[in-house]
C-alpha cells in the first residue's frame, strides 16, 4: 500500500505540471487522476527501464515523463503516455519522426 500510496502521490504532481503546462501554452487538457493511474505503467515502453513513481527528488534518464505523443494535441486521454525521461528528451530534440529514422538508420550503418 506504501507504494501505491507513492505512486499516487507522484502522479498529483504530474497532473498539476501538465494542467500548467497547458494553461500556459494555451493546449487541450482533459486528464484526471484517475486516468493517469490507469495509464501508468512500470516500465518504460520504449527502452524496458524500470519506473520508481514514489522517488521525485530529482530527474533521472529512468524516471517516468509525460509524453504528449503529438505535442500539438495537447493533454489529453488519447494522446499521452509515460515514457523514461531519457526518451522524452530525445523525442523532444528530434524535430520529427523522419529526422529519427536518419539518426537511426546512420548510427546503425556505422556500427
Avoid at 490507469?38 to 534518464?61: R, Y
Wanted: net charge positive; charged share 30%.
Amino acid at each position: 500500500m506504501y507504494m501505491i500510496e507513492n505512486r499516487r502521490g507522484r502522479l498529483r504532481y504530474y497532473l498539476r505540471d501538465a494542467k500548467l503546462r497547458a494553461k500556459k501554452k494555451s493546449l487541450p487538457f482533459d486528464l484526471d487522476l484517475n486516468f493517469l493511474d490507469s495509464i501508468a505503467t512500470d516500465k518504460c515502453p520504449i527502452f524496458g527501464t524500470a519506473f520508481i513513481f514514489g522517488e521525485a527528488t530529482k530527474l533521472s534518464p529512468t524516471s517516468p515523463s509525460l509524453d504528449r505523443i503529438i505535442p500539438s494535441k495537447g493533454y489529453v486521454r488519447d494522446n499521452v503516455v509515460f515514457i523514461s525521461h531519457r526518451a522524452n528528451t530525445i523525442k523532444h530534440n528530434v524535430v520529427g519522426p523522419d529526422d529519427l529514422y536518419k539518426v537511426a538508420d546512420w548510427l546503425s550503418s556505422k556500427i
